[in-house]
C-alpha cells in the first residue's frame, strides 16, 4: 500500500488536469463500509496530449454507484510522468479514489 498511497497522493498534488468521458464501468473488489469500488474505463483527454484510455478506480454508495454510467464526463487528474495514473477528482465528484 504504500507505493500505491505515494503515487496516488503525487497525482493528487501534482496531476495535471484533464476531462474523462466514461466509457465502461465495473464492480471492484473492494468495500469501504456500506461504499463499494467501482472501475472506470475512461476516454481522457488532457490539454497539449492526444486522447487516450485509462482506468480509475472509486469508492461510491449505492445512490452515487447509480450516476456512473457511460457517457458522463468527470473531471480527473494524470499524473504528467505515467499518463497511466489517472485519479477523479475527489473534491469535484465526492467520490474517494479507491487505487
Do not use: M, Y
Amino acid at each position: 500500500f504504500g507505493k500505491f498511497d505515494r503515487d496516488r497522493r503525487r497525482v493528487l498534488d501534482h496531476g495535471v488536469r484533464g476531462e474523462g468521458t466514461i466509457a465502461e464501468v465495473a464492480d471492484g473488489s473492494s468495500r469501504r463500509g456500506s461504499a463499494r469500488e467501482v472501475v472506470l474505463t475512461l476516454d481522457v483527454e488532457v490539454p497539449g496530449r492526444p486522447p487516450f484510455r485509462a482506468r480509475a478506480s472509486v469508492f461510491a454508495g449505492q445512490i452515487q454507484a447509480r450516476d456512473l454510467v457511460a457517457g458522463r464526463r468527470l473531471p480527473v487528474l494524470v499524473d504528467p510522468d505515467d499518463a497511466t495514473r489517472v485519479v477523479v477528482e475527489p473534491s469535484a465528484t465526492g467520490l474517494p479514489p479507491a487505487r
